[in-house]
């Protein structure tokens, strides 16, 4: 009996050893698996991170083309904007300084010359910006003449009026033209240097004539593109001075017909 027992332990012994060294090979097994599966996520999971787009717009995309033109010619289409700018500017300030309220201001002067007061009327005229206003002092200035010398000199200082509304819109038109023919020399020049290349190298090869070429395209664009500027610009200048003429014409014929009625009270 104590045999079978012994029998019986040893064989527990043994199984159980047996057991562990199973248990422990799979966990050894099991160990590199897990890295592998982890190592596996990490390589996905920097796979899927976005990565961030390159910064930058067509603010960027001009710079750069900018850059890579020729620097002279560039630099003179850039001029050429940046003046051209400027006189634009100062004629849309001009222009709008220029804009009064009509209609109240007639409607002020009209009831002061009603009232016999031309002193006041001519006061508010000199007092009131614009080419319309300086329009009604001259011609209250002149209200002891007779009819046909005030309209002369209402008919003159307008046009004298009409020449400050235009003044400084030829050099815009100026630059306009320049700025697309500036870019067509670039064109030309870059041409040349294209040729010039193909016949050190001796080939025709768009390798040779690839840089030439390229100065010349963008030479073009970006004078085309200071011309466009400038014109809508200048456009939106002409479409003021007609709206502020046509009104100094009505204000001038109002005047009229109010010293009309004014002297044959």
């Known amino acids: 009996m104590k045999k079978l027992f012994a029998i019986f332990a040893l064989m527990g012994v043994l199984s159980f050893g047996s057991v562990n060294t199973v248990n422990a090979q799979d966990e050894a097994a099991a160990a590199p698996a897990a890295t592998e599966q982890v190592a596996e996520e990490a390589v996905a999971a920097d796979t899927a991170t976005p990565v961030p787009a390159e910064e930058g717009g067509i ?3 001009l710079k750069t083309k900018f850059i890579e033109g020729a620097a002279s010619f560039m630099s003179l289409v850039a001029i050429a904007l940046v003046v051209g700018l400027a006189f634009c500017i100062e004629r849309i300030i001009y222009l709008s300084l220029a804009e009064i ?5 007639e409607k002020q002067i009209d009831d002061l010359m009603k009232a016999g007061k031309i002193d006041a009327a001519k006061e508010l005229a000199k007092n009131t910006r614009g080419p319309i206003a300086s329009i009604y002092f001259q011609g209250l200035d002149r209200i002891d003449q007779d ?22 819109c030829s050099w815009i038109t100026l630059f306009i033209a320049m700025a697309p ?11 040349v240097q294209a040729f010039d290349k193909i016949q050190q190298v001796g080939d025709i090869s768009p390798t040779v004539v690839a840089g030439g070429m390229k100065v010349a395209l963008i030479t073009t664009i970006f004078g085309l593109i200071v011309a466009l500027i400038l014109q809508v610009f200048y456009n939106y200048i002409l479409s003021k001075i007609e709206g502020l003429t046509s009104e ?5 014929v109002n005047l009229i017909d109010k010293l009309i009625e004014y002297k044959n009270k």
Request: aromatic letters at 8%; glycine letters at 18%; zero cysteines.
């Open 101 to 105: 309220n009509t209609a109240k201001f």
């Open 59 to 61: 603010h960027k995309e």
């Open 248 to 252: 100094m014409e009505n204000s001038s």
């Open 181 to 191: 023919s500036l870019g067509f020399l670039g064109t030309v020049i870059g041409m």
């Open 147 to 168: 009819l046909d010398g005030i309209e002369r000199a209402i008919v003159s200082y307008g046009g004298v009026q009409a020449g400050y509304l235009e003044k400084g």
